[in-house]
């Protein structure tokens, strides 16, 4: 089995198993992908709690391909800058200094 099928296949392997989190298993980012990743971060503080997430993907002024965008939110979701609400919209949470006050709501919560 050559090396890089080898590399691909435990890759996929530690994905399926959720030995790690995502982008703790992916390659570092591109400079493209760091821009996608700015310009959904940008669309959801425009659009916070108003769109679920595959209206949010869908509304994105640029198309992202499924995949990165659910390693995006799923990143920022990690990093406590977005949450799911109770009827699974995503809403920007990332302020320092309120960020205790969102996580203190009960209709809020985090995946």
């Given amino acids: 089995m050559p090396a ?3 590399a691909e296949c435990r890759l996929r392997h530690d994905i399926h198993a959720g ?10 980012p591109n400079e493209i992908e760091e821009i996608r990743a700015g310009m ?7 659009h916070s709690g108003e769109y ?10 640029r198309k ?4 990165t965008f659910k390693a995006i939110i799923e990143y920022l979701l990690e990093s406590g800058k977005i949450a799911i609400d109770a009827q699974d919209r995503v809403c920007w ?3 320092p200094e309120f960020t205790w006050w969102y996580l203190a709501r009960e209709d809020l919560r985090i995946r």
Avoid: G, H, K, T
């Fill in 19 to 28: 030995a790690r989190s995502l982008f703790e298993v992916l390659r570092q």
């Fill in 40 to 46: 959904v971060e940008d669309c959801i503080r425009q």
């Fill in 64 to 67: 992202v391909m499924c995949q």
């Fill in 52 to 61: 679920r997430r595959r209206a949010l993907w869908e509304r994105l002024p």
């Fill in 4 to 6: 890089d099928l080898r």
């Fill in 93 to 95: 949470i990332y302020d």
